[in-house]
Structures are given as structure tokens and as C-alpha cells.
């Protein structure tokens, strides 16, 4: 049997098992154990499911506990972290997606689904957050909030419903929260923002989406090198590489033609849109958000290429819910959806005009 063994080099110590909790990895050194072709692809192809899984669930529009329960199910039977055996499998796996989605045009799927996965996983038990810095050494990288510190700002965390009496509470630039400023889940000091340790998840997967797309320009910059030293896996990488695409990686292609889907468009925008209306998707990545004159072109746009209304629905909802609740959205942005398709106001089925002025958030190229 055919063994395999990833780039050497000297490994931190890193325990499966944090004092009988699950490990749960932050990648950060990669593995060193020999592997068959055979696991190698199959702990890839497990990995697969279960980020196609988190993609479906969010392009759907699936939050709270159905979420939950859903991706509870696929990692259960795919990825889950009961053994030293499964972590082994967890972290090997997710470097041998890295050489699969490093390229330009497949990254931003990987990072997001990635990011995803370890939100979920911190989110799952209220232990997980600590047990993770604990297993990763993150502990020094963040600061906690002295005894005088939460004492002077004790009544902006209470108005702020911060849970944070008896537990960690963490200092840090305002710049590294900005998501959570946003939803008005921290105090503010001197620059300084206070993060309870239930709200901390958010910072943790923000550091972990910057870290990883670097180490996946690093990657892309030795894939060749590597394929050419492992020839073997160079097919199986790059069939990896093709599954993302679609809604659903097991549905016959020929049922999908002249249509697109919400999981398609991080790909299409890369490598098929004018690069005004890449410009527009990459802004609203960015922001979770676009104005009004952005949302008009580019939702004309996607409805150009063949997104549904409904998927059209599904795509708005899940980006700009990253910032407001559902149903704010659905009270302020779902007429103007739509309305683009022709289902409100005079029902008139506008199209998509590529000489249209875009303004500041789509700039013609």
C-alpha cells in the first residue's frame, strides 16, 4: 500500500484531547503522519461532504437550531472529533483540501466554508472557545481585562446584555472587532474594545479567515512543487478541486443548464463577470452589504445569468443577515428583490443593462 507523507517539519505538541474535552485545531503546523492514497482521498472526499453541507445550509437561508442540527448530522458521520484517531483525520483532511482550493478562483469557497466549520464547532459547547486557545497557545495572543478595568466599565457590559460575571473578559484593539461594534455586543474604552468570552467565537474565526487565506497564497506558491514530488495525488487533487461547484456536487449537471445558483457565484465571479459586477460581488463579501444602486445592478445582473427569485432571496438574506436579523431584512430589502423580478410595484421585468452607470460601489472598468 502506497504511503504518503506530508512536508516535514518540527510539530508543537499538540494534544487530541484537552483534559477529556475534543480538540479542536487551528491547523496551524501541518501533520507529519504517513497515509495511504486511499485514506488520503477518502478523508478528503469526508471533509468535502461536510463543507458542501455547511454551503447548501447557508445558501438556504437556514439559521438557529435547524442549522444546527443539520450540520450536527454530517459532521457526526463524517468528521467528528470523539478520538485521537478522528482528529488526526481532521487536521490531515484539511490540509489536503488547502492544495486543492488554493488557487485564486477557489479559495474564498474554502475559506468561508472553513471559517464556517470552526464557528460552528466553538459555538456547539460553551467550553470550546477556552479549550481551544488552551490546545492552539492563542492565550497569549489576547488580553484580559483586569479586575479595575471591568470594575470602571461594569455598567456599559451589563447594558450591553454581555454575560460577563465570572467569566473572561478580553481587551482588545477596536479595529479587531468591528463585526461585533456593528451589532453593539462590546464597550468601547479608550480605544479598547471589552469582549465577553461568549462573544469571543466571532474574533477567533475573524483571525482564522486572515491566517488561512495567507497560508493558501503560500500554498498555491509550492503546489506545483509538491504535485510534482507526490505525482500521484496530482489526479486526486485536482478532481478534489472540481466537487464545490453547483448547488450540489451529486446532482446531474445537464439538469442545472442555463441556471445558477447561490453556491455558483463565488466561482462565476471570479472567473466569468465583468469585472464591474466582480467588483460589486467582492464589495459586498467585504461589507455584507451594498446601497441601493448596487443592489439594483447587481441583482439585475445575477438575474441576467439565470438566478431564480428565490435563490435570489436565499443569496441577499444569507450576506446581509451577517449584519441584521432576518426580519429586518425581509421588512427592508425582499420588495426591491422582488421587485427586479416583476412580482411587485407595476411587475415590469426589468433586465440587466451593462452600459448603466454603476456609481461608486461598481465602477466601470
Not at 480538540?23 to 492514497?37: A, G, L, N, R, V
Not at 461536510?50 to 447548501?56: A, F, M, R, S, T
Not at 482588545?172 to 453593539?184: K, N, Q
Amino acid at each position: 500500500m502506497e504511503a504518503l507523507t506530508s512536508t516535514k517539519g518540527k510539530r508543537r505538541e499538540e494534544p487530541s484531547m484537552m483534559g477529556g474535552d475534543l480538540f479542536i485545531s487551528s491547523y496551524q503546523i501541518p501533520p507529519t503522519e504517513e497515509i495511504t492514497i486511499e485514506q488520503f482521498q477518502d478523508w478528503a472526499m469526508n471533509r468535502i461532504r461536510v463543507l458542501k453541507e455547511i454551503d447548501n445550509a447557508k445558501v438556504s437561508g437556514i439559521v438557529g437550531k435547524q442549522y444546527q442540527d443539520r450540520i450536527d448530522s454530517v459532521v457526526r458521520q463524517y468528521l467528528s472529533l470523539k478520538s485521537e484517531e478522528d482528529v488526526q483525520r481532521d487536521i490531515i483532511s484539511h490540509f489536503v483540501l488547502r492544495l486543492a482550493f488554493c488557487k485564486p478562483a477557489d479559495k474564498r469557497w474554502f475559506v468561508d466554508q472553513e471559517s464556517a466549520l470552526l464557528q460552528y464547532r466553538l459555538e456547539r459547547f460553551s467550553s470550546n472557545v477556552s479549550s481551544y486557545m488552551k490546545g492552539n497557545n492563542l492565550k497569549s495572543d489576547y488580553k484580559a481585562a483586569t479586575p479595575e478595568e471591568l470594575q470602571r466599565n461594569a455598567k456599559d457590559l451589563d447594558c450591553v446584555g454581555t454575560n460577563w460575571k465570572g467569566k473572561t473578559v478580553y481587551k482588545l484593539p477596536f479595529e479587531e472587532a468591528l463585526t461585533l461594534l456593528r451589532g453593539r455586543r462590546v464597550v468601547v474604552s479608550q480605544g479598547f474594545c471589552y469582549v465577553s468570552e461568549e462573544d469571543f467565537t466571532s474574533i477567533l474565526v475573524a483571525s482564522f479567515r486572515v491566517r488561512l487565506d495567507k497560508e493558501l497564497d503560500k500554498c498555491l506558491g509550492n503546489l506545483k512543487n509538491y504535485l510534482s514530488i507526490n505525482d500521484s495525488i496530482a489526479p486526486i487533487i485536482n478532481y478534489i478541486s472540481k466537487l464545490y461547484f453547483g448547488s450540489d456536487f451529486q446532482i446531474d449537471p445537464s439538469k442545472r443548464l442555463g441556471k445558477v445558483t447561490p453556491a455558483d457565484i463565488d466561482m462565476l465571479s471570479v472567473r466569468s463577470f465583468p469585472l464591474c459586477m466582480n467588483n460589486l460581488h467582492e464589495k459586498l463579501r467585504e461589507n455584507h452589504h451594498l446601497k441601493h444602486g448596487g443592489r439594483m445592478q447587481y441583482g439585475l445582473f445575477l438575474k441576467g445569468i439565470g438566478l431564480s427569485l428565490e435563490d435570489a432571496l436565499i443569496f441577499w438574506r444569507s450576506e446581509f443577515t451577517k449584519l441584521m436579523g432576518v426580519d429586518k431584512f425581509d421588512k427592508e430589502y425582499t420588495y426591491n428583490i422582488r421587485h427586479n423580478y416583476g412580482k411587485e410595484g407595476k411587475r415590469t421585468e426589468y433586465t440587466y443593462n451593462i452600459r448603466h452607470n454603476y456609481g461608486k460601489e461598481g465602477k466601470r472598468t
